[in-house]
């Protein structure tokens, strides 16, 4: 298995160095200018068109593969995973260069414009996630000092309102929304970064968060993408965002030592087991949907599971199930998801699979994964 795994890893690393950074992305043709303006019946058909054709109708839209902060640092992080540093300082200075505007410290965003839930978001606006995924990259590569400024405009510019009995972080700086699995990564990186400076502030923001996350857990041991929220947007509970929230748990957990962090850890990483995969091995969309498989819950479950058979806090029975779950997700992945190229697809269906060669949505997750899934074979 090790042998079929670096040899995986090993044509993946060949395929992103060999395409290059700027790439498409699934959410890029979502910020042009006829998506955005469009009524309801044509934006159908633009994911219409975009399902069955997705670059072309990239293409026809005008939109061309583009760098992301996202799809760098994730490479970035990567090569300091792999013990590659040199590979990768010059991503990590073009993130430190390209920074979006803030008011403090510094932040990243999406380089295209996208529609959410609570409007559309200009190209370039900083966002919590990215800003956490560009920060994680720092701290691998040893840029204390950038991570910690990383910090300081999470800090300073995204709102943090009362919930839960805990803080809320929004999404950017122009919501209010209370998603969860991002909330679960601003409290563990704080908490890194606090580790690193001594800043006590930092941590008592980041106890804060943890207990939203640890309330907003529901009794089954689920957790809805917004806090709270039982219908409609917001509601569903998925694979990816679900493992999201477990890393971003797991590290807390023993960060502070917190027995109620540690069963809602244990809670949920059980309802995770139990429901968010298919009887193939492969990640489920929902728990509702088996369909489509996406590349990014094979990564964040690959790492997820890695990290749990590795946790010496667990049982020996947990630890085992996470183990084989593992192994059974990595053999799925690399029968199903990677071609003779090294590339990962977005996104397999029954009867289609989607390629777009992103590099933050695919590529990136999968090199991490699987350099994390080697390491843990030795």
């Not at 800003?131 to 701290?139: H, M, Y």
């Not at 563990?188 to 580790?195: G, P, R, T, Y």
């Not at 400076?197 to 309330?215: A, K």
Request: proline fraction near 4%; include cysteine; charged fraction near 20%.
């Amino acid at each position: 298995m090790k042998s079929q795994v670096l040899s995986a890893l090993q044509r993946a690393v060949a395929f992103a160095e060999s395409q290059g950074l700027d790439t498409w992305d699934p959410y890029d043709f979502r910020g042009t200018p006829l998506f955005l303006r469009a009524p309801k019946a044509a934006v159908k058909v633009l994911y219409g068109l975009a399902f069955l054709a997705p670059v072309a109708t990239r293409r026809l839209l005008g939109v061309k593969p583009v760098r992301s902060a996202g799809g760098v640092a994730g490479l970035a992080h990567a090569y300091c995973d792999l013990g590659e540093q040199t590979k990768a300082e010059p991503l990590i200075q073009w993130l430190l260069e390209n920074p979006s505007r803030t008011q403090a410290g510094l932040g990243w965003g999406l380089p295209f414009a996208w529609k959410s839930g609570f409007g559309i978001v200009p190209a370039n606006t900083p966002i919590g996630h990215t800003t956490i995924t560009v920060g994680n990259a720092l701290l691998a590569y040893g840029s204390d000092e950038n991570a910690s400024n990383a910090a300081a405009w999470i800090r300073s510019e995204l709102k943090f309102n009362a919930a839960f009995g805990g803080l809320a972080a929004s999404y950017t700086p122009n919501d209010t929304t209370q998603c969860v699995n991002s909330n679960a990564d601003v409290a563990s990186f704080l908490a890194k970064v606090a580790v690193k400076n001594g800043s006590e502030d930092l941590l008592d923001l980041s106890r804060q968060i943890l207990t939203f996350v640890v309330n907003s857990q529901n009794e089954d041991g689920s957790w809805n993408y917004l806090a709270g929220v039982r219908s409609g947007s917001g509601s569903q509970i998925d694979h990816y965002h679900t493992g999201m929230i477990l890393c971003a748990l797991q590290h807390l957990a023993y960060q502070f030592f917190d027995d109620r962090a540690v069963e809602a850890y244990t809670r949920g990483l059980r309802f995770y087991m139990d429901h968010l995969f298919r009887p193939d091995n492969g990640p489920k969309f929902t728990v509702f949907d088996q369909d489509p498989v996406d590349i990014y819950g094979c990564a964040e479950g690959i790492i997820t599971l890695v990290n749990a058979s590795n946790d010496p806090h667990l049982n020996v029975g947990l630890r085992e199930e996470a183990k084989q779950r593992a192994q059974g997700l990595v053999h799925f992945t690399l029968s199903r998801m990677q071609d003779s190229r090294g590339a990962f697809a977005y996104r397999k269906y029954p009867a289609k699979t989607m390629w777009l060669d992103s590099l933050r949505w695919a590529q990136a997750p999968m090199i991490r994964a699987l350099a994390r899934y080697a390491s843990s074979l030795e």
